[in-house]
């Protein structure tokens, strides 16, 4: 997020949904919330590099292996989200709609007539990118023309691109109304339409560059 979304700002959203019976909008997230998620992110990062890093230590020397180990935990205990790779995304208002791609997306993501305006459609194409649930492949062969990648960080990515990231990012944001993570999980882990749409909202709102604060 760093100076992307380094304070709150914005006003409320249109958008509702409903998660354990409660009526929930997403809101522009403080700045300590917006840190959280940053926490969050650096953390989960530094447990499954450890996780990858530990699996393949079997190719060191047996000798060799708990002072490597030693090494590389301090090493990743110093990092801090400015060390996370940048990653590969997509701006879904340089998406291509065509008519191929249209039916692509609505089939995808089961989407009737009346819940598939054009932005909607670039938004849920740009995350299914993201996610690589559509390959660039298919999109090249659905639009004639590469798709429209950015490099952006790594948070910026995770909450929005990885299932993890925008679960926590919608947890954070409504759990001033008593919901839980799980009961994020259990509202939205199968609906990935609304779930995506939802964490693109709420980075919306908290981005500085939405233009109030």
């Known amino acids: 997020?760093?100076?992307q979304v380094a304070r709150a700002v914005?006003?409320?959203?249109?958008?509702?949904?409903?998660i354990a019976?409660?009526?929930c909008t997403p809101r522009p997230l403080g700045v300590r919330e917006l840190v959280e998620v940053e926490r969050d992110c650096l953390d989960r990062y530094r447990r499954d590099y450890l996780e990858a890093y530990?699996?393949?230590?079997?190719?060191?020397p047996e000798a060799a292996r708990e002072t490597t180990l030693a090494r590389k935990l301090e090493e990743v205990a110093r990092w801090d989200t400015d060390c996370l790779p940048a990653k590969d995304a997509h701006d879904?208002?340089?998406v291509k709609l065509t008519d191929s791609l249209r039916e692509w997306a609505k089939a995808y993501w089961a989407l009737a007539a009346d819940d598939a305006p054009d932005t909607r459609i670039q938004r849920l194409v740009a995350a299914a990118l993201d996610q690589d649930i559509?390959?660039?492949e298919k999109y090249q062969e659905l639009t004639q023309t590469l798709p429209p990648r950015i490099k952006v960080p790594y948070v910026n990515w995770w909450i929005t691109g990885s299932f993890v990231g925008m679960i926590t990012m919608l947890w954070v944001c409504f759990r001033?109304?008593?919901?839980?993570?799980e009961q994020v999980i259990d509202a939205l882990a199968s609906d990935m339409a609304k779930l995506n749409e939802t964490a693109r909202e709420i980075e919306k709102l908290s981005a500085p560059?939405?233009?109030n604060g």
Do not use: C, F, H, Y
């Open 176 to 181: 001033q109304e008593g919901i839980t993570r």
């Open 10 to 18: 914005g006003a409320g959203s249109s958008l509702t949904l409903t």
């Open 54 to 60: 530990v699996k393949n230590l079997d190719l060191l």
């Open 209 to 211: 560059q939405a233009g």
């Open 1 to 3: 997020m760093s100076e």
């Open 21 to 23: 019976g409660k009526q």
């Open 134 to 136: 559509l390959t660039a």
């Open 92 to 94: 879904s208002s340089r």
